[in-house]
């Protein structure tokens, strides 16, 4: 399982590259990826071209011989929506940030990307809208080269700011996150901060074009040139993107300015952009060719962290704004972060984050099976005329989720060291509810389950009477409730 979410400045591309995600598991067609903005349910989300509500679906894709369940959620882009990139971002362990490579890093970028981090989540690098640079800026290869290295040195660069911001905060030395690479999960390295940077060689940047369907990662390209070249696929992987040439008669990789002088061109400009350039209007060749989908599903399965591999620093962050840290609580308590870490579908504790409430429409279908349709958020008053009611936006962080389950309603403000008071109807950020229906999130649709294990992300009905916005649902009174979603609004100056 993969929990991601896109971000992006309003406009850079993210239901564009939804859609192509979407159209990729045969839910719409091809043609109409880039079109249809699939993850714009609401009409007045469709009017206005932008997304104003997070949405979630839940996407198949199989690397090699492994399957793999992708939870794409959709946030909006605008600043005027912060609240709803907080819900998708709590419930996720990585994002794809898409920046549009004319506009380059825009003030939501750096918010976004201040948020993924703030929540330690791991990010790959879309960097869309390439074909911009060909029909509108009329670039050569050399100069598309360029202008990405610069938008890439921006990326890297608020990166870097929120790096140097935290460690110049941290009052104890900040420990080592150097095993994975670009991994922001856990606590920061002192000395090597390389690995927290966006890098095609590394390969959690996608190059694309959403709207037409293509896109790459820079190890597509070293497969092919590897055989033809008889270059190692080690070694081109390493050398495409950068200051590298080749001598094609000895196969020899040269580095610098001496090569540079002599007027040669890039590995990346040599092999893949005047490739590109070459069949610029040939749209249709490229997205056979280069399929957007598998670039970036196959960057999201092989580089974002499973569920399972959450930390405790997450953790802790997620949990403990109250208490500081589990090592403050009762045993009881303690015992439980183990149950995060191992993300274990058995578990005997059942522990569910609810960000949001989100309001859906039911509908008969033909087979008077009901069909819920989302639809726009109304005063819980008017529900009942229109058949609508609330499900929860959730996320199982432990146990197995199952219809009928009971289960404690634990408010932000609960405090489980008061877990000598076990009576739910005398404390006020307490009370118990039982599970009536279970939901995968399919865009538009919600689709019935039965349980959810430990990893997903589902739709829980049940709640409107016991849960407002968000919540924490646990099997047991010990656990400490996820602290409250707080905006983080990057100062932005508006000009009128
Ligand atoms: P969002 O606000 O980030 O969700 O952005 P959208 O997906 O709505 O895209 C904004 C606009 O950019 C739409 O008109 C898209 O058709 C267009 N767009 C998206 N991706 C590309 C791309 O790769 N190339 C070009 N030229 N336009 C794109």
């Given at each position: 399982?993969r929990?991601?979410?896109?971000l992006?400045?309003?406009?850079?591309?993210?239901?564009?590259?939804?859609?192509?995600?979407?159209?990729?598991?045969?839910?719409?067609?091809k043609?109409?990826?880039?079109?249809?903005?699939?993850?714009?349910?609401r009409?007045?989300?469709?009017?206005?071209?932008?997304?104003?509500?997070?949405?979630?679906?839940?996407?198949?894709?199989?690397?090699?011989?492994?399957?793999?369940?992708?939870?794409?959620?959709?946030s909006?882009?605008?600043?005027?929506?912060?609240?709803?990139?907080?819900?998708?971002?709590?419930?996720?362990?990585?994002?794809?940030?898409?920046?549009?490579?004319?506009?380059g890093?825009?003030?939501?970028?750096?918010?976004?990307?201040?948020q993924?981090?703030?929540?330690?989540?791991?990010?790959?690098l879309?960097?869309?809208?390439?074909?911009?640079?060909?029909?509108?800026l009329?670039?050569?290869?050399?100069?598309?080269?360029?202008?990405l290295?610069?938008?890439l040195?921006?990326?890297?660069?608020?990166?870097?700011?929120?790096?140097?911001?935290e460690?110049?905060?941290?009052?104890?030395?900040?420990?080592?996150?150097?095993?994975?690479?670009?991994?922001?999960?856990?606590?920061l390295?002192?000395?090597?901060?390389?690995k927290?940077?966006?890098?095609?060689?590394?390969?959690?940047?996608?190059f694309?074009?959403?709207?037409?369907?293509?896109?790459?990662?820079?190890q597509?390209?070293?497969?092919?040139?590897?055989?033809k070249?008889?270059?190692?696929?080690?070694?081109?992987?390493?050398?495409?993107?950068?200051d590298?040439?080749?001598?094609?008669?000895t196969?020899?990789?040269?580095?610098?300015?001496?090569?540079?002088?002599?007027?040669?061109?890039t590995?990346f400009?040599?092999f893949?952009?005047?490739?590109?350039w070459?069949?610029?209007?040939?749209?249709?060749?490229?997205?056979?060719w280069?399929?957007?989908a598998?670039?970036?599903l196959?960057?999201?399965?092989?580089?974002?962290?499973?569920?399972?591999?959450?930390n405790?620093?997450?953790?802790?962050?997620?949990?403990?704004?109250?208490?500081?840290?589990?090592?403050?609580?009762?045993?009881?308590?303690?015992?439980?972060?183990?149950?995060?870490l191992?993300?274990d579908?058995?578990?005997?504790?059942?522990i569910?984050?609810?960000?949001?409430?989100?309001?859906?429409?039911a509908?008969?279908?033909?087979q008077?099976?009901?069909r819920y349709?989302?639809?726009?958020e109304?005063?819980?008053?008017?529900?009942n005329?229109?058949?609508?009611?609330?499900?929860a936006?959730?996320?199982?962080?432990?146990?197995?989720?199952?219809?009928?389950?009971?289960?404690?309603?634990l408010?932000?403000?609960?405090?489980p060291?008061?877990?000598?008071?076990?009576?739910?109807?005398?404390?006020?950020?307490?009370?118990?509810?039982?599970v009536t229906?279970?939901?995968?999130?399919?865009?538009?649709e919600?689709?019935?389950?039965?349980?959810?294990?430990?990893?997903?992300?589902?739709?829980?009905?049940?709640?409107?009477?016991?849960?407002l916005?968000?919540?924490?649902?646990?099997?047991?009174?010990?656990?400490?409730?996820?602290?409250?979603?707080?905006?983080?609004?990057?100062?932005?100056?508006?000009?009128?």
């Amino acid at each position: 399982i993969r929990n991601i979410c896109i971000l992006a400045h309003v406009d850079h591309g993210k239901t564009t590259l939804a859609d192509a995600l979407i159209a990729s598991n045969g839910i719409i067609s091809k043609r109409m990826a880039g079109k249809l903005r699939y993850m714009d349910s609401r009409d007045d989300e469709q009017l206005r071209g932008i997304t104003m509500k997070s949405s979630a679906i839940s996407l198949h894709y199989l690397l090699e011989t492994k399957e793999y369940l992708v939870n794409l959620i959709d946030s909006p882009g605008h600043v005027d929506f912060g609240s709803e990139v907080c819900t998708a971002v709590r419930l996720c362990d990585g994002a794809i940030v898409v920046v549009d490579v004319v506009e380059g890093v825009c003030p939501q970028t750096h918010a976004v990307l201040r948020q993924a981090w703030l929540e330690k989540l791991s990010p790959i690098l879309v960097l869309n809208k390439i074909d911009r640079l060909i029909t509108e800026l009329k670039f050569t290869p050399d100069e598309a080269h360029l202008h990405l290295q610069q938008v890439l040195e921006q990326v890297n660069a608020v990166t870097g700011s929120l790096y140097s911001a935290e460690v110049t905060n941290t009052s104890v030395t900040p420990c080592i996150r150097t095993q994975v690479v670009y991994d922001w999960s856990s606590g920061l390295a002192d000395t090597d901060d390389s690995k927290l940077y966006f890098s095609p060689s590394h390969g959690n940047v996608v190059f694309a074009s959403a709207v037409d369907g293509w896109g790459f990662k820079i190890q597509h390209f070293s497969r092919i040139f590897s055989k033809k070249l008889g270059i190692r696929e080690k070694i081109l992987t390493r050398t495409l993107w950068g200051d590298y040439y080749v001598n094609t008669k000895t196969k020899k990789i040269m580095k610098g300015a001496q090569v540079r002088a002599k007027g040669k061109k890039t590995l990346f400009v040599q092999f893949i952009l005047e490739n590109l350039w070459a069949i610029y209007d040939a749209v249709f060749i490229k997205s056979q060719w280069l399929p957007l989908a598998d670039a970036v599903l196959s960057s999201v399965c092989q580089y974002l962290p499973s569920p399972s591999e959450i930390n405790g620093d997450r953790v802790e962050g997620l949990m403990c704004a109250a208490t500081k840290s589990f090592s403050a609580l009762h045993q009881e308590s303690r015992a439980l972060k183990q149950d995060f870490l191992s993300c274990d579908p058995t578990s005997s504790t059942t522990i569910v984050l609810v960000s949001k409430m989100v309001a859906v429409e039911a509908k008969l279908m033909p087979q008077n099976k009901p069909r819920y349709l989302l639809s726009e958020e109304l005063p819980k008053n008017e529900q009942n005329e229109k058949n609508e009611q609330f499900i929860a936006f959730a996320r199982v962080f432990s146990g197995t989720l199952k219809v009928g389950q009971t289960l404690f309603v634990l408010g932000p403000k609960y405090d489980p060291t008061s877990i000598l008071d076990l009576n739910v109807k005398s404390n006020p950020h307490v009370s118990q509810t039982s599970v009536t229906s279970i939901y995968l999130w399919m865009g538009r649709e919600l689709e019935s389950l039965e349980e959810a294990p430990a990893g997903c992300i589902v739709g829980i009905g049940g709640l409107e009477d016991v849960v407002l916005n968000s919540a924490t649902l646990c099997s047991s009174m010990a656990c400490p409730p996820f602290n409250a979603l707080t905006v983080d609004v990057a100062p932005i100056i508006r000009v009128a």
